[in-house]
Structure formats: C-alpha cells, structure tokens
C-alpha cells in the first residue's frame, strides 16, 4: 500500500513543535503533525477548584476546540459536542497522570488546546504538545520561586494506529481514519506502561494478537515523540 503522502506503514508524519508560539500564556508550543496544527497553552491560576481549596493540592485541566475553518468544512461557534468535551476531559487526565498535584500548591494550570488545521490526529496531537506547555509553565513556576522543583514523574505522548485495507498504519491522517477497518489512539508514558488506549473495529472485529502488534507499533512511534519532547525540554526527571 501506498499512503497518500509516500511515508511508510510505520512512520509518523513530520513532526514540528515550535516551543513560546505565544507571548502571554506561562506555556506554550505550536505542534506539527503533518498537516494538522495544534496551538497549546498552560495559564496558571492562583486557584483551585472547591472540591480542592484547603487541601493544598493543585489541579490541571484542559479545554480543546477547533477554529470554524480548521477543517473541511465549517464548524459553528460556541457549539460543544461530545466529542469536544471526551477530548478535553482525556488531555486533562492524561497530564494529571504524569503531574505530581501536591507540589503544585493550590494552583490551577490550564491547558488550551486550539486546532488551527486538523487532518486527523488531533487528539493526540493536543497531548503530545499540551506536555511540553505544562513543562515551561511548571519551569516558570519553579523559576519565580514558586515551587522547589519541576513536578513531572512521567514523559506523555500519543499517536494513532490503524487498519486499512488489511494493513497496519501508524499516525493516521483523516482520510485515511475516515476509512479505516480499525482506528485505535494510544497515550504512553515513557516507563511503557499506558494511559489510555481508545480503539474501535469500524467494520468487523480485530484479534487480540492483532491489537497486540497495534501497540507495538504505537510505542514505536511514542518512543520518536519522547526523543523530540527531550531535545526540547531536556532532563526534567533528573
């Protein structure tokens, strides 16, 4: 099989991550991934949910959209779905889950996750770049005295497999997902232990030995994602 852009089976699209994309926020990053663009920010807040106040641990959290001209055809403003709300609800555990929220303090960081082009990945996308936003906004922290160290226990990435016309891809565009027999997204820490795997047969069921080489071939491609997320941000678990 040929794929659209001439990549093999098991290659990632070129991935770019342009860290400081924007002045204002404590973090933030362009991410890259072929032709979809993902814009990531962290804000901090000197403040927590209620459920937290008085506890003295902090929070992350995230919200994600897409610019009404993203893709192939308009989105409406001011339209949540249920997909907006299952992905940014998946960004902010996801991150909770490498985050150590006690040496936070009772702060909030947000992650903003706005999609200025999709074609497929979008998700993942958000993950892989919202990380290095939370890194340089934890990094300010520490730097203005805030915090004592950098509170990341784990690298997190994410990307794409999927099957089309009997074969196994990693990092799918959306022409290739809207047609795929199965479409899986895989979040990994760098430990190789997982976060979240979301995957659907489209037309038939997949085989268990099947889903197993799936994942391999996700860690595959996560394992290029951390190599790029430590040239930019360096030994933040040292």
Known sequence: MVRLDGRGLDKLRKVTITRNYIK???????????????????SVEETVPPFLRGSGTGWVTAEYGMLPRSCGSRISRG?????????????????????????????????????????????????TGSFIALVDALQKLKKDGKIDRVPIK????????????????LDLCYEEDSKAEVDMNV???????????????????????????????????????????????????L
């Open 79 to 127: 339209k949540d779905s249920g997909r907006t709300y299952e992905i940014q609800r998946l960004i902010g555990r996801s991150l909770r889950s490498v985050t150590e929220m006690k040496q936070i303090g009772e702060r909030t960081i947000w992650i903003d996750c706005d999609v200025i082009q999709g074609d497929g990945g979008t998700r993942t996308a958000s993950i």
């Open 24 to 42: 204002y926020p404590e973090g933030s990053c362009l991410i890259e991934l072929g032709n979809t663009k993902v814009i990531c920010t962290a």
């Open 187 to 237: 979040i990994m820490v760098d430990s190789g232990e997982f976060i979240e795997i979301q995957g659907t047969a489209e037309r038939k069921p997949f085989s268990k030995d099947k889903m197993d080489t799936m994942l391999d071939l996700a860690k595959k491609g996560i394992e290029e994602l951390f190599s790029i997320q430590r040239r930019l941000v360096g030994d933040i678990l």
């Open 154 to 169: 784990n690298y997190i990435a994410a990307t794409s497999v999927g099957v089309l016309n009997g074969d196994m891809l």
